[in-house]
């Protein structure tokens, strides 16, 4: 098949000089479409800090500057793409490139097929799009609900790839003062001060914790803070910019992902690929890629009130039986492998477009 994969976006934070989720995913999509023998253009704005990652996939890169949903030119330079390259499928991964490709489609007067990949909150804004990808059932049940053809929103999780002569990493026995960990921007839907406030409520069980937290955001210094008023700011760390999973993972006890609102949770992948045990919330995507008590531990998000309780009564079973952590490690490293690689699931995201295109073709 040939695929053209669009990503129109801007960087305008503090994490400008970092490939995001978004962003890995338009990178993914493009190596792993034609490691199952595809041709990719990927287009995307000029100078993005992504840019030589797009092109080690081995696609072409079509840079397109555009300025908004009404610039003519942008449309009309994708219309004459869509013209030369003659595409089966056309892959979007932002409002934008939705809008600005249903244009172009129509100025070269071909129904080719497009097919949205929703990384967002809000799948109601691709209705207009052929086909959805979300990365969740609720999603999906949410775009049906809002009008969408059944037959035409599909759910495919996030995908991870396993780093190049990777090893096993060899946890060991849990440390004496526990060691919990968690990766994400900080933000107010993370709810981390949730686990600095349940490793207050396990200082007063008498069970001392650290916890270390790598990412950055705009609620460090509230993080900091909270810390301080709970008389932890010797047991809290932010580290930053995290790069370095393997030594991240390497120094910790339990991963935990407490999230209010959370579309999938790749850092949860990271985890069960570095076989550490976790703790995650029941928020949208943690509650499909986990099981309870199988392959990781779930609280409940839904009374924000008694989730540290939650977090620490779930920390202190860990703790209290850490050959149960260890199974469930396994266990979840085990469904890393079986369904989120990025090798099972760029065949499975090959399947789906393959059958969208020939549905298309027999219309």
């Given at each position: 098949m040939k695929i053209i994969n669009i990503l129109f976006n801007h960087k305008s934070s503090a994490h400008d000089n970092k490939i995001l989720g978004v962003e890995r995913c338009f990178i993914d999509y493009a190596k792993y479409l034609i490691a199952n023998g595809n041709t990719v253009v990927s287009v995307a704005k000029p100078n993005m800090v992504y840019q030589q990652d797009v092109k080690k996939t081995g696609c072409r890169l079509f840079e397109l500057s555009n300025f908004g949903r009404f610039d003519i030119f942008a449309m009309s330079r994708l219309a004459l793409l869509f013209l030369s390259f003659k595409p089966d499928a056309i892959i979007c991964h932002s409002g934008r490139a939705l809008y600005l490709a249903r244009v172009a489609r129509f100025l070269r007067g071909r129904k080719t097929p497009i097919i949205v990949i929703d990384h967002g909150i809000n799948p109601k804004k691709f209705l207009k799009a052929d086909y959805v990808l979300t990365v969740n059932s609720f999603f999906s049940k949410e775009l049906i609900k809002a009008g969408k053809a059944p037959d035409t929103a599909f759910v495919i999780p996030n995908m991870m790839e396993v780093p190049a002569a990777f090893v096993d990493l060899e946890k060991k026995p849990f440390q004496k003062v526990i060691k919990l960990g968690s990766l994400g921007r900080l933000y107010p839907e993370k709810y981390f001060d949730k686990v600095l406030k349940a490793m207050a409520i396990l200082r007063n069980r008498g069970i001392e914790s650290d916890y270390v937290i790598g990412g950055v955001g705009p609620m460090e210094n509230h993080l900091n803070n909270l810390a301080k008023e709970l008389d932890?700011?010797?047991?809290?760390?932010?580290?930053?910019?995290?790069?370095?999973?393997?030594?991240?993972?390497?120094?910790?006890?339990?991963?935990?992902?407490?999230?209010?609102?959370?579309?999938?949770?790749?850092?949860?992948?990271?985890?069960?690929?570095?076989?550490?045990?976790?703790?995650?919330?029941?928020?949208?995507?943690?509650?499909?890629?986990?099981?309870?008590?199988?392959?990781?531990?779930?609280?409940?998000?839904?009374?924000?009130?008694?989730?540290?309780?939650?977090?620490?009564?779930?920390?202190?079973?860990?703790?209290?039986?850490?050959?149960?952590?260890?199974?469930?490690?396994?266990?979840?490293?085990?469904?890393?492998?079986?369904?989120?690689?990025?090798?099972?699931?760029?065949?499975?995201l090959n399947r789906i477009i393959a059958a969208i295109v020939e549905r298309e073709n027999k219309k």
């Open positions: 932890l700011q010797k047991n809290f760390k932010i580290l930053g910019w995290t790069d370095d999973k393997r030594k991240f993972f390497d120094n910790i006890d339990i991963f935990i992902l407490p999230s209010f609102a959370e579309t999938f949770g790749i850092v949860l992948l990271e985890a069960m690929l570095y076989s550490t045990p976790i703790i995650t919330s029941n928020s949208w995507g943690p509650d499909e890629v986990i099981f309870n008590e199988v392959d990781g531990l779930k609280v409940s998000k839904d009374d924000e009130a008694k989730m540290p309780e939650l977090l620490a009564d779930a920390i202190e079973r860990l703790i209290d039986d850490e050959n149960f952590a260890k199974k469930m490690a396994v266990a979840a490293k085990e469904k890393f492998y079986a369904n989120y690689s990025a090798e099972m699931v760029g065949k499975q």
